[in-house]
């Protein structure tokens, strides 16, 4: 079982509209958590921290669920700019961080 | 402000030949160093990462080897590509892991 795994999509959703990634993890001590996102043939960039409460940035929240083990990425009022490639990450408090293979966007007009 | 640079963006190089990417951060201190690599459409595989000079650890055991000869300095190497090292490689800094990395802007190396 991969350590960090997500839906790799892709989504493929319209403008305005509401759309929800999952990503579970199998390594319980997973302290802490990330989306990121990345732009076609581009570096990732860092998109949220998720800690334990999780937490909202504008249209965007993050949620961590630690009993089942996974954490969510909810997009309101999607936009054509939205798409790309969302990744989840664990880190278990050491020096390496685990990347998921990621969640494709796609936002239509 | 922090900042990573890398380079070359780009490299065709044939099977067999030597390679040297380079990534240095700015504006910070000891920072922890990684490179990473993404084939097509994959996600990110940790090749190495560094907590200070000297100091590599490797995650992937195949042809290619990095050093940290200075503090801000991290250099992914080969001395005879493979056609599977074709990829984009990417390299990474934070201070603390709790704060996410910052990634370069990534080199796409395709060995021919």
């Known amino acids: 079982r991969k350590e960090v795994e997500q839906d790799p999509g892709p989504f493929n959703v319209p403008e305005g509209a509401t759309v929800a990634f999952n990503c579970t993890y199998s390594?319980?001590?997973?302290?802490?958590f990330f989306w990121y996102r990345q732009d076609c043939r581009k570096e990732p960039k860092l998109l949220m921290s998720?800690?334990?409460s999780g937490n909202e940035d504008g249209r965007f929240t993050a949620q961590l669920n630690r009993a089942s083990q996974y954490i969510s990425l909810l997009i309101r009022d999607s936009k054509l700019s939205d798409s790309a490639t969302y990744l989840c990450?664990?880190?278990?408090?050491?020096?390496?961080?685990?990347f998921g293979a990621g969640t494709r966007l796609f936002v239509k007009a | 402000s922090q900042t990573i640079h890398q380079w070359p963006a780009t490299l065709v190089q044939p099977v067999g030949s030597p390679l040297s990417l380079e990534c240095t951060v700015e504006g910070t201190s000891n920072p922890n160093l990684y490179w990473y690599r993404q084939a097509a459409g994959r996600g990110l595989q940790l090749l190495f990462y560094?907590?200070?000079?000297?100091?590599i650890s490797s995650e992937v055991p195949q042809n290619l080897s990095a050093s940290r000869p200075q503090d801000r300095q991290f250099i992914l190497s080969s001395k005879k590509l493979l056609l599977s090292d074709s990829g984009f490689y990417l390299c990474a800094w934070t201070l603390d892991s709790r704060s996410g990395y910052t990634f370069g802007s990534g080199t796409r190396l395709t060995v021919v």
């Open positions: 390594n319980s001590a997973s302290q802490s």
């Open positions: 560094s907590v200070g000079i000297g100091q």
């Open positions: 990450v664990g880190h278990t408090g050491g020096f390496k961080t685990i």
């Open positions: 998720v800690y334990s």
